[in-house]
C-alpha cells in the first residue's frame, strides 16, 4: 500500500464548481509535490512545497490554487476548471536533503473530469 | 535545460527473459540523479532506482539493474527475469543537482511494456 494518500480517487466536475484535491502523507517528509498526468504523457510538475512554504510554481493557472496546511497535508484547491484539465492529479513526497537518492514517494493520483 | 528520452513508446517480451529499457539524457550539470519509475495501470508511480552522477557503480535493485553509461549519457534499466506483474508503463526521471529538499524531477515519454505468458 501506498504511503502518500490521495482523496478523492475520482472526481467529476463542472466548469463553475469548486473543489478540493487531498493528499496526506506521515513518512516525516518536508517537501511536497503536485504532478499532473494527461492520458498517455508523463507526469509534468506543477507545484512543489518546502518546509510548508511553495517552493516551485511551474506557471500554473491560477484556477489552479495549491495549500499546504502541514507538513503532513497538500491540498490543491480547483475552480472554473476547462474541459481539458481533465487528468490524473498524482500527488508525491519527499525527504529533505539529507537524503541522498531524493526519491519521490507517490500516492495512486485523483482522477479528474471536468464536463 | 534538461531533457530524458525513451525511444521505445512499447515493448512486448517473454515472460521469463530479461527487458532492456532505453533512457537517454541530457544535461549541462555535472551533479544530477537517475530515476526509474514503474506505473501500472492503478496510476500511482512506483520507484524502483536510483543513479547518482558521481555513483561508480551501477545501481542494483533485486530483479532491477541500471546500466549507467555516463559518456554516452545512457541510463538503461534492465529487469532480469520479467514476471506478468511487470507489465506496466515504465517511466525515466532525471533531476539535475543534488537532493535540495523540494526538487525538479523531469520524465521521459514512457514505455509500455507487455510481458507475454
Known amino acids: 500500500d501506498t504511503e502518500v494518500t490521495q482523496t478523492p480517487k475520482h472526481l467529476v466536475m463542472g466548469m463553475t464548481n469548486k473543489k478540493s484535491l487531498k493528499c496526506e502523507q506521515h513518512?516525516?517528509?518536508?517537501?511536497m509535490y503536485w504532478y499532473k498526468q494527461k492520458a498517455k504523457k508523463p507526469p509534468e510538475l506543477m507545484f512543489v512545497y518546502s518546509y510548508e512554504k511553495l517552493s516551485i510554481n511551474e506557471s500554473v493557472p491560477s484556477r489552479f490554487s495549491p495549500e499546504c496546511p502541514n507538513s503532513s497535508l497538500l491540498n490543491l484547491h480547483l475552480h472554473a476548471l476547462q474541459p481539458e484539465d481533465s487528468a490524473l492529479y498524482l500527488c508525491a513526497s519527499s525527504q529533505d536533503q539529507h537524503s541522498n537518492t531524493g526519491e519521490l514517494f507517490f500516492g495512486e493520483g485523483s482522477r479528474l473530469t471536468v464536463l | 535545460a534538461q531533457k530524458i528520452t525513451q525511444t521505445q513508446p512499447g515493448m512486448f517480451v517473454q515472460e521469463k527473459e530479461a527487458v532492456t529499457l532505453d533512457c537517454t539524457y541530457d544535461t549541462s550539470d555535472p551533479s544530477y540523479g537517475l530515476f526509474w519509475y514503474k506505473q501500472p495501470s492503478s496510476g500511482e508511480m512506483i520507484f524502483l532506482i536510483y543513479?547518482?552522477?558521481?555513483?561508480?557503480q551501477n545501481a542494483t535493485e533485486g530483479r532491477y539493474s541500471l546500466n549507467f553509461q555516463k559518456a554516452r549519457k545512457s541510463a538503461n534499466l534492465v529487469i532480469s527475469a520479467s514476471q506478468l506483474g511487470d507489465s506496466a508503463m515504465y517511466f525515466c526521471a532525471m533531476r539535475e543537482g543534488r537532493n535540495q529538499g523540494a526538487q525538479k524531477l523531469v520524465f521521459g515519454q514512457g514505455t509500455r511494456l507487455t510481458i507475454n505468458p
Open positions: 513518512m516525516g517528509h518536508r517537501a
Open positions: 543513479q547518482g552522477s558521481y555513483d561508480q
